[in-house]
C-alpha cells in the first residue's frame, strides 16, 4: 500500500484511513505529523486539527457535518462528535466547464444487442409476466415454476439436490450435523429451450388495490415503463378483475409512453375465466408460442451510444465514495462523451450536494425541478419524524459513514464529472443523451427498480459492504470499493475496486476496465453475478415513505 491516509479534497480538515490505525502512533502526511489520540479503524476519518463545538466539518471539499464539542487534533469521527449538516444552496445561472475524457480507445467499438422496432437496444431479451394485482402473485409463482423448470432457466437444483440429501441421511438413519452438503453445479443454464431468450421474468408486488388510487397510478406507470422497456421482448398480464389498477389504465399509459408499442401482449382475466387451471394453462401455452418467436431475435451490432447505464450504491462503506465511485464515475464520463445515458438517482444521497449538481445542471428549468424534487421529498420524509439526515444505515456508520451528506458527497461520485441534461420524475424516461438524474430513493431496490423503468439496460452497482441486489430484467454488476470484500464474497461481485485503495491502480485505469465490462456484459458475453443467481428484486416505491 502506497500510503496509511488519504485527503480527499484540498480543502478538507479530516483525513481517511486506508488501514487500520493505532491510538498514540504518529502518521505523516505531506510533511505534516499527526498523533493519534485513539485508534482509527480502516475506512474511518480523524480530525487534522483541533476543533470547537459547532466548527464546520469539511470532506470533499464541501461542509459534511459539525461537531457536537471541542476535539482534538487526532480524534476519530463518530456519531458523538459530529452531527450532520449540509450547505444551503440555490439556483445559479449555468456557466459550468466540462473536460472530457479521451475515448480513443473506444471510438467505433460497438456491442451486441437486441434492436427493438422504436430504435432502442437492449443489452437482453426477456419475456415478461406482469401481474396487475397482489392478488395474482400465486398464479405467477405456479407458471414461474413450471416455465423455469422445463424451459431451463431455475438456478436452484443444487440446493434442492441438497434438501434431497438431507432427506436420504434422515430416512437412513444417519448423523445430519456431522455430513457435508457439497452439490457441485453451475448456477447458469446450460440447458435452455429458447437460447435466444435470456430469461422469463416476473414482476410480483404488493399493489393494484387497497392503498391509494394514486399508488396504483404510479404503479401502472412502473409496470408500463417495464413492458416497453429495451430488453423485453413481449408480455404476459394477469389481472383478477375489480382491482384499482385496471387493465385499460396499464395499457393507456404503455401507449402514452410509447404511441408505437409493438410488442406482443397477451392479456388473462381470472374473474372471466372459467377456473384457475384454464386460466393458467392459457397463460402458459399462448407464452410458449410467443417465446417462440421470441426466440427469433438475434444480438446484432449497436454503437455504445445505444447504452443507458443506471449507476447505484448500496452497503456502502468508508471506501466505497474514494474508489468503487469515482472510478464508475469515470466509466460516466467515458459513456457520455461517447454519447450514451447515464442515470444517477438516490435524492436521499445527494443531500448536501445540492449545489454541485444545481451548477452543473445545464437548463434552468431542469435545475429549479430539482430543487423542487428535493424539496418536496424531504418535507414527506419530515413529515413523519425522518428526513435526508436519516439515511445512512447503522452498517454505513460502523464502516465511515457517519452523516448523510459524508455519504451522499461519496455517492454523487458515481456521476463523474459531466454537465447534467435533465432532471426526470419516478418513471420518467430518459430521452437525452448524457448525464441524467432520476428521482428514486436510496433504498436498493427501489432505486434499481426505478432507474430501470427509465431506461436503464444495465446497472453498474457499487457497494462496500455487499449485497446481492438485482433486477428482473436489467443486469446489475457489482463493483466492489475493496478487495477484502471481493474475496469474502466473490460469488456477488464482478469488479474489484480494491487495486485503487491499495495504490495498484488509478481512478482511470479501473474505470476503463469498468466499461469494458460493461460492453462485454450488454453483448451477452459475461453475466453478472445478479444475473446467474436470477436475483429479481422488484420493489415499487410509494411515494414518500422511503429513504
Not at 449540509?86 to 466547464?97: F, G, L
Not at 429458447?194 to 422469463?200: L, R, Y
Not at 485505469?509 to 465490462?517: A, D, F, Q, R
Request: hydrophobic fraction near 35%; proline fraction near 4%.
Amino acid at each position: 500500500m502506497l500510503y496509511r491516509v488519504l485527503k480527499v479534497h484540498a480543502n478538507d480538515n479530516v483525513l481517511v484511513a486506508l488501514q487500520d490505525l493505532k491510538a498514540g502512533e504518529t502518521v505523516e502526511y505531506k510533511g505534516i505529523s499527526y498523533l493519534l489520540k485513539e485508534a482509527i479503524p480502516a475506512k474511518h476519518k480523524f480530525f487534522m486539527e483541533d476543533m470547537k463545538d459547532g466548527d464546520p466539518i469539511i470532506m470533499y471539499g464541501t461542509l459534511v457535518g459539525k461537531t457536537q464539542y471541542d476535539v482534538k487534533t487526532g480524534s476519530r469521527m463518530n456519531t458523538d462528535n459530529v452531527k450532520h449538516a449540509a450547505a444551503k444552496y440555490q439556483y445559479r445561472p449555468y456557466s459550468y466547464q466540462w473536460t472530457a475524457p479521451d475515448v480513443h480507445k473506444f471510438e467505433g467499438r460497438t456491442f451486441n444487442g437486441y434492436h427493438r422496432s422504436d430504435g432502442t437496444v437492449g443489452t437482453a431479451n426477456h419475456w415478461l409476466f406482469i401481474p396487475m394485482v397482489f392478488c395474482e402473485n400465486r398464479n405467477l409463482d405456479v407458471i414461474r415454476e413450471a416455465l423455469h423448470n422445463e424451459l431451463g432457466y431455475a438456478v436452484t437444483d443444487k440446493y434442492k439436490a441438497k434438501v434431497h440429501l438431507l432427506r436420504e441421511l434422515y430416512e437412513t438413519g444417519k448423523e445430519i450435523e456431522k455430513q457435508e452438503l457439497n452439490i457441485k453445479e453451475s448456477l447458469v443454464p446450460v440447458d435452455r429451450l429458447f437460447k435466444n431468450v435470456d430469461g422469463i421474468k416476473f414482476l410480483n408486488h404488493q399493489g393494484g388495490c387497497g392503498g391509494t388510487r394514486q399508488d396504483a397510478a404510479v404503479l401502472s406507470k412502473l409496470l408500463a415503463a417495464y413492458a416497453d422497456h429495451p430488453n423485453v421482448a413481449g408480455v404476459t398480464v394477469m389481472s383478477l378483475g375489480c382491482q384499482n389498477l385496471q387493465v385499460k389504465d396499464f395499457l393507456t399509459d404503455l401507449k402514452l409512453r410509447n404511441p408505437n408499442f409493438d410488442k406482443p401482449i397477451h392479456v388473462f382475466e381470472q374473474q372471466g375465466s372459467l377456473s384457475e387451471e384454464q386460466l393458467i394453462t392459457d397463460a402458459i401455452k399462448k407464452t410458449f408460442v410467443s417465446l417462440i418467436e421470441a426466440n427469433k431475435i438475434t444480438r446484432q451490432a449497436a454503437p455504445l451510444s445505444k447504452l443507458t447505464i443506471g449507476v447505484k450504491c448500496g452497503g456502502s462503506d468508508g471506501f466505497s465514495g474514494i474508489s468503487a465511485n469515482p472510478a464508475v464515475g469515470y466509466c460516466s464520463d467515458l459513456l457520455v462523451a461517447l454519447g450514451g445515458k447515464i442515470l444517477l438517482a438516490e435524492f436521499p444521497e445527494l443531500c448536501g450536494t445540492e449545489q454541485n449538481i444545481i451548477d452543473r445542471t445545464i437548463d434552468e428549468t431542469a435545475a429549479r425541478k430539482f430543487i423542487s424534487l428535493m424539496e418536496a421529498y424531504n418535507d414527506s420524509a419530515e413529515s413523519v419524524g425522518s428526513g435526508f439526515h436519516m439515511n445512512p444505515s447503522p452498517g454505513n456508520i460502523r464502516d465511515g459513514l457517519i452523516t448523510d451528506a459524508i455519504k451522499s458527497n461519496g455517492a454523487v461520485k458515481k456521476g463523474g464529472t459531466a454537465p447534467i441534461v435533465d432532471v426526470l420524475d419516478y418513471t420518467e424516461l430518459a430521452v437525452k443523451p448524457g448525464l441524467n438524474l432520476v428521482c428514486t430513493p436510496g433504498n436498493d431496490v427501489e432505486a434499481t427498480t426505478g432507474k430501470a423503468a427509465s431506461g436503464a439496460t444495465l446497472i453498474l452497482f457499487t457497494t462496500g459492504l455487499g449485497t446481492p441486489t438485482g433486477n428482473p430484467i436489467c443486469p446489475v454488476i457489482k463493483v466492489s470499493s475493496n478487495s477484502k470484500l471481493t474475496k469474502r464474497m466473490g460469488d456477488i461481485i464482478d469488479i474489484d475496486c480494491g487495486p485503487i485503495i491499495s495504490g495498484d491502480k488509478t481512478i482511470e485505469e479501473m474505470g476503463e476496465e469498468i466499461l469494458e465490462y460493461c460492453i462485454r456484459a450488454a453483448s451477452g458475453e459475461v453475466l453478472p453475478k445478479a444475473v446467474q443467481l436470477n436475483q429479481d428484486d422488484f420493489i415499487p416505491w410509494k411515494r414518500g415513505i422511503s429513504l
